[in-house]
Protein backbone atom coordinates (compact mmCIF):
# COMPACT_ATOMS: atom_id res chain seq x y z
CA UNK A 1 0.00 0.00 0.00
CA UNK A 2 0.94 3.51 -0.50
CA UNK A 3 1.50 6.13 2.30
CA UNK A 4 -1.85 7.81 1.28
CA UNK A 5 -3.53 4.27 1.08
CA UNK A 6 -1.84 3.93 4.28
CA UNK A 7 -2.58 7.37 6.24
CA UNK A 8 -6.50 7.40 4.70
CA UNK A 9 -6.57 3.74 6.26
CA UNK A 10 -5.71 4.76 9.86
CA UNK A 11 -7.97 8.16 9.60
CA UNK A 12 -10.69 5.99 8.49
CA UNK A 13 -10.51 3.98 11.94
CA UNK A 14 -10.07 7.21 14.23
CA UNK A 15 -13.40 8.44 15.90
CA UNK A 16 -13.38 12.11 15.10
CA UNK A 17 -12.28 12.94 18.95
CA UNK A 18 -9.77 10.84 18.51
CA UNK A 19 -5.94 12.54 17.62
CA UNK A 20 -3.44 11.31 15.56
CA UNK A 21 0.20 11.58 16.37
CA UNK A 22 2.18 10.41 13.30
CA UNK A 23 5.49 8.84 14.59
CA UNK A 24 7.78 9.16 12.09
CA UNK A 25 11.19 8.07 13.69
CA UNK A 26 13.55 6.82 11.39
CA UNK A 27 11.32 8.09 8.65
CA UNK A 28 13.17 10.68 6.20
CA UNK A 29 11.78 14.21 5.66
CA UNK A 30 10.48 13.36 2.33
CA UNK A 31 7.66 10.55 3.85
CA UNK A 32 7.41 13.26 6.49
CA UNK A 33 5.99 16.24 3.80
CA UNK A 34 4.15 13.91 2.23
CA UNK A 35 2.24 13.02 5.03
CA UNK A 36 2.06 16.56 5.82
CA UNK A 37 0.81 17.31 2.59
CA UNK A 38 -2.20 15.22 3.27
CA UNK A 39 -3.15 17.63 6.09
CA UNK A 40 -1.37 16.00 9.04
CA UNK A 41 0.20 18.32 11.47
CA UNK A 42 1.04 16.11 14.62
CA UNK A 43 4.35 14.04 14.27
CA UNK A 44 5.92 12.59 16.89
CA UNK A 45 9.81 11.42 17.24
CA UNK A 46 11.20 9.48 20.26
CA UNK A 47 14.92 11.37 19.43
CA UNK A 48 16.41 14.69 20.17
CA UNK A 49 19.24 14.79 17.65
CA UNK A 50 16.97 13.12 15.04
CA UNK A 51 13.89 15.55 16.06
CA UNK A 52 16.26 18.65 15.61
CA UNK A 53 18.04 17.41 12.28
CA UNK A 54 14.51 17.42 11.25
CA UNK A 55 12.94 20.19 12.60
CA UNK A 56 14.49 22.82 10.21
CA UNK A 57 13.76 21.21 7.03
CA UNK A 58 9.54 20.80 7.53
CA UNK A 59 7.00 23.02 7.80
CA UNK A 60 6.75 25.43 10.91
CA UNK A 61 3.21 24.38 11.60
CA UNK A 62 3.99 21.25 13.05
CA UNK A 63 3.56 20.15 16.57
CA UNK A 64 6.22 18.37 17.18
CA UNK A 65 5.67 15.65 20.13
CA UNK A 66 8.83 13.95 21.94
CA UNK A 67 7.80 10.59 22.44
CA UNK A 68 10.53 8.82 23.43
CA UNK A 69 12.86 8.62 27.08
CA UNK A 70 14.15 12.18 27.32
CA UNK A 71 17.34 12.87 29.17
CA UNK A 72 17.81 15.89 31.53
CA UNK A 73 20.81 17.89 29.13
CA UNK A 74 18.92 17.35 26.36
CA UNK A 75 15.58 19.16 27.18
CA UNK A 76 17.53 22.64 25.96
CA UNK A 77 17.61 21.19 22.41
CA UNK A 78 13.73 21.09 21.88
CA UNK A 79 12.57 24.10 24.55
CA UNK A 80 11.99 26.48 21.85
CA UNK A 81 9.53 24.48 19.53
CA UNK A 82 8.77 21.37 20.81
CA UNK A 83 4.82 21.11 21.40
CA UNK A 84 4.09 18.14 23.53
CA UNK A 85 6.60 16.09 25.55
CA UNK A 86 4.76 12.64 26.16
CA UNK A 87 7.83 11.12 28.10
CA UNK A 88 7.76 12.66 31.21
CA UNK A 89 8.80 10.56 33.83
CA UNK A 90 10.36 11.91 36.64
CA UNK A 91 10.28 15.39 38.55
CA UNK A 92 14.07 15.95 37.74
CA UNK A 93 12.96 15.98 34.17
CA UNK A 94 9.99 18.08 34.60
CA UNK A 95 11.85 20.27 36.76
CA UNK A 96 14.38 20.84 33.68
CA UNK A 97 11.50 21.50 30.66
CA UNK A 98 9.95 24.09 33.71
CA UNK A 99 13.15 26.00 33.84
CA UNK A 100 14.18 25.37 29.83
CA UNK A 101 10.57 26.54 28.75
CA UNK A 102 10.51 30.25 31.11
CA UNK A 103 13.70 30.77 29.22
CA UNK A 104 12.13 30.89 26.08
CA UNK A 105 9.15 32.56 27.84
CA UNK A 106 6.66 29.71 26.55
CA UNK A 107 5.20 26.79 28.49
CA UNK A 108 5.35 23.58 27.31
CA UNK A 109 2.71 20.93 27.12
CA UNK A 110 3.59 17.42 28.82
CA UNK A 111 2.16 14.12 29.50
CA UNK A 112 3.52 12.10 32.87
CA UNK A 113 4.74 8.62 31.32
CA UNK A 114 2.94 6.07 33.83
CA UNK A 115 4.58 2.49 33.76
CA UNK A 116 1.49 0.19 33.36
CA UNK A 117 3.50 -2.46 31.33
CA UNK A 118 4.43 -5.99 32.93
CA UNK A 119 7.90 -4.94 31.51
CA UNK A 120 11.43 -4.04 33.22
CA UNK A 121 12.38 -2.49 30.46
CA UNK A 122 9.59 0.25 30.05
CA UNK A 123 10.31 3.76 31.27
CA UNK A 124 7.34 5.78 33.41
CA UNK A 125 6.19 6.95 36.30
CA UNK A 126 4.44 4.33 39.32
CA UNK A 127 0.89 5.65 39.56
CA UNK A 128 1.58 6.74 43.43
CA UNK A 129 4.02 8.71 41.79
CA UNK A 130 2.58 10.52 38.82
CA UNK A 131 -0.16 11.75 41.52
CA UNK A 132 2.47 13.35 43.61
CA UNK A 133 3.74 14.97 40.62
CA UNK A 134 -0.04 15.88 39.69
CA UNK A 135 -0.06 17.31 42.80
CA UNK A 136 2.33 19.43 42.83
CA UNK A 137 1.59 20.92 39.38
CA UNK A 138 -1.59 21.59 40.64
CA UNK A 139 -0.32 23.47 43.64
CA UNK A 140 1.80 25.59 40.96
CA UNK A 141 5.27 24.32 41.13
CA UNK A 142 5.99 24.04 37.58
CA UNK A 143 4.45 27.39 36.16
CA UNK A 144 5.74 26.50 32.97
CA UNK A 145 4.34 23.25 32.43
CA UNK A 146 1.22 22.17 31.47
CA UNK A 147 0.30 18.70 32.13
CA UNK A 148 -2.39 18.01 29.42
CA UNK A 149 -2.38 14.32 29.96
CA UNK A 150 -1.08 10.86 30.50
CA UNK A 151 0.66 8.70 28.33
CA UNK A 152 1.22 4.62 28.56
CA UNK A 153 2.17 2.07 26.69
CA UNK A 154 1.21 -1.54 27.41
CA UNK A 155 3.06 -4.93 27.61
CA UNK A 156 4.24 -6.67 24.21
CA UNK A 157 2.17 -9.20 24.02
CA UNK A 158 -0.33 -10.82 22.47
CA UNK A 159 -2.53 -11.27 25.26
CA UNK A 160 -5.21 -9.11 24.64
CA UNK A 161 -6.73 -9.04 28.05
CA UNK A 162 -4.07 -8.42 29.84
CA UNK A 163 -3.55 -5.15 27.33
CA UNK A 164 -7.11 -4.38 28.22
CA UNK A 165 -6.55 -4.18 31.78
CA UNK A 166 -3.11 -1.89 31.21
CA UNK A 167 -5.05 0.22 29.46
CA UNK A 168 -7.99 0.56 31.62
CA UNK A 169 -5.66 1.22 34.63
CA UNK A 170 -4.50 4.18 33.30
CA UNK A 171 -8.06 4.98 32.18
CA UNK A 172 -8.84 5.18 36.24
CA UNK A 173 -5.82 7.24 37.07
CA UNK A 174 -6.57 9.64 33.76
CA UNK A 175 -10.52 10.12 34.95
CA UNK A 176 -9.12 10.30 38.99
CA UNK A 177 -6.62 12.87 38.25
CA UNK A 178 -9.59 14.68 35.98
CA UNK A 179 -11.55 15.37 38.93
CA UNK A 180 -8.73 17.33 40.20
CA UNK A 181 -7.90 19.60 37.56
CA UNK A 182 -8.79 19.34 33.40
CA UNK A 183 -6.94 17.40 31.52
CA UNK A 184 -7.35 16.56 27.95
CA UNK A 185 -5.33 13.64 26.43
CA UNK A 186 -4.77 10.40 27.09
CA UNK A 187 -2.38 9.16 24.92
CA UNK A 188 -2.35 4.82 24.48
CA UNK A 189 -2.22 3.16 21.36
CA UNK A 190 0.54 2.07 18.76
CA UNK A 191 -0.02 0.35 15.35
CA UNK A 192 -0.91 -2.96 16.78
CA UNK A 193 -3.16 -2.12 19.78
CA UNK A 194 -4.71 1.34 18.87
CA UNK A 195 -8.02 0.01 18.12
CA UNK A 196 -7.94 -1.50 21.54
CA UNK A 197 -6.56 1.76 23.45
CA UNK A 198 -9.15 3.75 21.67
CA UNK A 199 -12.29 1.68 23.09
CA UNK A 200 -10.30 1.50 26.68
CA UNK A 201 -10.75 5.64 26.37
CA UNK A 202 -7.46 6.76 24.54
CA UNK A 203 -8.02 10.12 22.82
CA UNK A 204 -4.74 9.84 21.46
CA UNK A 205 -2.68 7.44 19.72
CA UNK A 206 0.77 7.03 18.51
CA UNK A 207 0.81 5.37 14.98
CA UNK A 208 4.32 4.41 13.65
CA UNK A 209 4.67 2.06 11.63
CA UNK A 210 1.03 1.80 10.31
CA UNK A 211 1.49 4.64 8.68
CA UNK A 212 5.11 4.83 7.24
CA UNK A 213 6.14 1.35 7.13
CA UNK A 214 8.08 -0.86 8.93
CA UNK A 215 11.49 0.23 10.35
CA UNK A 216 14.54 -1.30 9.14
CA UNK A 217 15.61 -2.01 12.68
CA UNK A 218 13.79 -1.54 16.15
CA UNK A 219 13.79 1.67 18.08
C1 LIG B 1 7.80 3.89 18.09
C2 LIG B 1 6.76 4.31 19.05
C3 LIG B 1 5.40 4.31 18.69
C4 LIG B 1 4.89 3.86 17.35
O1 LIG B 1 5.05 2.49 17.20
P1 LIG B 1 4.44 1.71 15.93
O2 LIG B 1 4.32 0.31 16.41
O3 LIG B 1 5.40 1.87 14.82
O4 LIG B 1 3.11 2.31 15.63
C5 LIG B 1 4.51 4.76 19.65
N1 LIG B 1 4.90 5.17 20.87
C6 LIG B 1 6.18 5.18 21.24
C7 LIG B 1 6.54 5.65 22.61
C8 LIG B 1 7.15 4.74 20.34
O5 LIG B 1 8.45 4.75 20.73
Known amino acids: MSLEENYNNIKNQLPENVQLVAVSKTHPVEAIQEVYDFGQRVFGENKVQELTEKY??????????????????????????IDTIQSVDSEKLLN??????????????????????????KFGLEIADAKDLF?????????????????????????????RKEFSVLKTLFDELSEI???QTLSMGMSDDFPLAIECGANSVRVGSAIFGRRDYSK
Open 96 to 121: EINKEAAKHQRTIKVLLQVKIADEES
Open 181 to 183: HTL
Open 56 to 81: PLLPKDIQWHLIGHLQTNKVKYIAEF
Open 135 to 163: TKFTNGEFPHVEITGLMGMATFTKDESQI
